[in-house]
């Protein structure tokens, strides 16, 4: 099945614990991204990434790290998580930019 | 950057009736989708429609680019349908920045 697969789906932790968020997608897709959704605010991105090796910032970059070592995986990175990145967070891939995207299923991240 | 506005923002319906659902959006663009939050929170992607109009079962979608706007028609509305959608909007030389409208709540009731 084509899919976007996210984890964890939820997570709870501490202020500075560094933490990943994993992206792996298996159709082969181009384009990678990371976006946000808080109330009131709605979805955001955070980062996105053309191909392998290439990424850049979205809207919301600061506090997040990405790579993209390997095509099907974009994993996302909180290197001193804080209150303010409590969110729930999702995965998206496409074929390019002219295409429909997918999502994965979202993460639940709370930092206390 | 784009502006893109949903409305209603919030809609009550009946089991099988009809809605339109609808955004504006405030710039030229080449990728337009419309996205179902389901009350689980996972986002289903309904249409890729920067232009034309597509159907896929009860649901249909018309994006209108000269106009700026894309209507998303719900037809025989079921209690599964309930959720948040979302219209997604690329501006034509944004590069891969997908701009989210405010969503339009959506509770179909038995």
């Known amino acids: 099945e084509a899919q976007v697969t996210q984890n964890p789906r939820y997570l709870i932790t501490v202020t500075g614990k560094k933490l990943t968020v994993t992206c792996s997608q298996n159709?082969?897709?181009?384009?990678m991204s990371w976006y946000r959704q808080d109330p009131g605010l709605g979805l955001r991105q955070i980062y996105y990434s053309m191909n392998v090796e290439v990424t850049d910032k979205g809207d919301v970059p600061e506090g997040y790290k990405v790579s993209r070592k390997e095509k099907r995986n974009f994993p996302l990175i909180l290197e001193s998580p804080s209150p303010n990145q409590t969110s729930l967070y999702f995965c998206?891939?496409?074929?390019?930019?002219?295409?429909?995207?997918?999502f994965g299923s979202g993460t639940r991240l709370t930092v206390v | 950057g784009i502006q893109v506005e949903q409305s209603p923002p919030d809609l009550i319906l009946q089991e099988g009736a009809n809605s339109t659902l609808r955004c504006n959006f405030s710039d030229s663009v080449n990728n337009l989708q419309w996205f179902h939050q389901n009350p689980w929170g996972q986002l289903i992607n309904l249409f890729y429609i920067p232009s034309g109009t597509k159907q896929n079962g009860r649901l249909s979608a018309t994006t209108v680019a000269t106009e700026r706007y894309s209507l998303l028609y719900i037809s025989s509305s079921q209690t599964t349908d309930s959720g948040v959608y979302f219209c997604?909007?690329?501006?034509?030389?944004?590069?891969?920045?997908?701009?989210f409208g405010k969503g339009t709540s959506l509770l179909v009731t038995p």
């Open positions: 159709m082969n897709h181009e384009y």
């Open positions: 998206a891939s496409s074929p390019g930019q002219y295409y429909g995207y997918t």
């Open positions: 997604a909007v690329e501006a034509e030389g944004s590069g891969y920045a997908l701009n």
